[in-house]
């Protein structure tokens, strides 16, 4: 095997790993999940207050992730960052374990905590998909994005499983459960720090070329970008231009790439309805697994809590399938198909949720255990959907921002939007459960998230480059080649002569 072949293979393999303790960490979102639950049965919180925690962390990472997006894409130095940012929220998660106050007396603090928590969280996603890219290239994304996901979801069943385990045996003083975090924090930097700078290309990082620089002649086509500083010329500072004018970074750089302007980037329609959609589909579905958790902590002591903890675990393993299968089969089937699947299996699973809410009867009643157990199952459906968008949605996102140099920032935009529906679900559905129950909450969902379904089977075009009729994908080897041929093809006088 060449050393060019073996410094990729391990590249893959630190990321792989890294993946795994990234899963608790990513977006702050398990620990979010499992805080609500922890707030409301140890510290007493309403559901109107785990709402506002849930909107601050929301609108913070709505804030910070399009601009961390933008800067991600001229940073080289991507896995300091982060892992920084992986260091940041663990300190924070702990903190609400450690500060927190009975019946949300400090509600001022934990609100600043979940503000910058958010923000650091919003250089995850753009930071953990650049690097993927840089290391495989987009060509090599769809299976790369499927390995990545699958070890978060492994990784985030494993900490969860072992903190719900920690909360049923402590119970009912459970912040000890959020020990995990810093357990996942120390494997992430550990693996993060076995990938080298020279494993990355930059300009694939950023979408500004499809393939990594490569070797033709190894067996993968791959060939590490090399380590000579005068070969490795990017843009490292921002223009902060933005498209009103000529700037350094938007201009051909010496190997005759060129990025689009933000402006340009902007103008996508594709891209604009594909934001549309990530928010619609956040706001419907952002709030269901803490409702779901919710319903069954409260009013059942530990084994509540437990259940609450297993319908994290649940998913996360339907998850890894669904990963498993996007990854397979993204490439021949399409997008749209598999995505398609996961934007109507979050009606369906709230209409389930409908029904079993009213044989539960109030939100006080404790539920028998058979119901528990059926209420549990719906997180397979939380499988489907969650992990075929969290696969898919960065398959899609790499597909429209291919050749433009703005990957990071097209990813901050789609983030941002999910962040953005995920804030207004988040408190929207705390308050329809405290003021309606949560059987109208869930019926109220089911609605909503009929939306973006609807919206990406109508509206949103196919966006794999095998696929898709965008003529703009096709190569220019393809299009010399047509030249070519319609050449050959014109008679000796020079008159064209249409072929019928």
């Known amino acids: 095997m060449s050393d060019s072949t073996d410094q990729k293979a391990g590249a893959k393999s630190s990321l792989k790993w890294a993946n795994l303790f990234l899963g608790e960490l990513r977006d702050g979102l398990t620990m979010i999940n499992m805080q609500s639950a922890f707030l409301m049965v140890s510290k007493n919180y309403t559901e109107k207050q785990v709402g506002v925690l849930f909107f601050v962390f929301g609108m913070s990472q709505f804030i910070f992730q399009t601009p961390s997006g933008y800067l991600m894409d ?78 978060n979801h492994i990784g985030t069943a494993t900490m969860v499983l072992s903190g719900s385990l920690i909360a049923y045996f402590l119970y009912p003083d459970i912040g000890i459960l959020f020990i995990v975090s810093p357990i996942a924090c120390f494997g992430l930097l550990f693996f993060l720090n076995q990938i080298k700078a020279s494993d990355i290309d930059h300009n694939a990082a950023r979408g500004l070329t499809l393939e990594t620089k490569s070797d033709a002649t190894s067996k993968e086509g791959y060939k590490p970008p090399s380590e000579k500083k005068e070969e490795e010329k990017i843009v490292t500072q921002p223009s902060f231009v933005f498209g009103f004018g000529a700037s350094k970074s938007a201009s051909a750089s010496d190997n005759g790439l060129r990025a689009d302007t933000p402006i340009q980037v902007l103008r996508d329609p594709t891209l604009l309805t594909f934001v549309l959609i990530c928010f619609l589909f956040h706001t419907s579905n952002g709030t269901v697994l803490p409702l779901v958790m919710q319903s069954l902590a409260l009013g ?117 939007a999910m962040s953005i529906g995920g ?78």
């Open 423 to 500: 804030t207004v679900s988040g408190y929207l559905g705390e308050a329809l459960a405290q003021d309606l129950g949560y059987q109208e909450a869930f019926g109220i969902l089911m609605f909503m998230s009929l939306i973006p379904a609807t919206v990406y089977l109508l509206c949103m075009p196919e966006t794999l480059p095998a696929l898709s009729k965008k003529p703009e994908l096709q190569s220019m080897q393809s299009i010399q080649e047509e030249q070519e041929k319609n050449v050959q093809m014109t008679p000796a006088g020079g008159q064209y002569v249409e072929m019928i």
């Open 300 to 416: 059942n002591g530990k084994s509540g809590i437990l259940m609450s903890g297993l319908c994290i675990i649940v998913a996360q393993v339907f998850m890894v399938m669904s990963a498993k299968i996007c990854g397979t089969y993204s490439g021949t089937w399409g997008r749209k198909t598999l995505f398609l699947i996961g934007f109507f299996s979050v009606p369906l699973r709230c209409l389930i949720l409908y029904f079993l809410m009213s044989l539960k009867g109030g939100e006080d009643d404790t539920a028998s255990t058979w119901l528990q157990i059926v209420i549990l199952s719906t997180q397979i459906l939380d499988g489907v959907g969650a992990g075929t968008f969290g696969t898919m949605y960065v398959l899609v996102t790499s597909d429209i921002s291919g050749g433009t140099g703005r990957f990071s920032l097209v990813l901050g935009l789609t983030t941002a």
């Open 74 to 151: 001229y940073t080289d130095k991507k896995v300091m960052w982060l892992g920084v940012a992986g260091l940041a929220t663990t300190l924070l998660t702990v903190s609400t374990a450690l500060f927190a106050e009975e019946e949300g007396k400090n509600l001022g603090l934990m609100v600043l905590v979940k503000f910058f928590q958010g923000a650091v969280t919003s250089l995850i996603p753009p930071g953990l998909n650049s690097i993927s890219q840089g290391i495989v290239g987009a060509t090599g994304m769809t299976a790369q994005v499927s390995a990545n996901e699958m070890m």
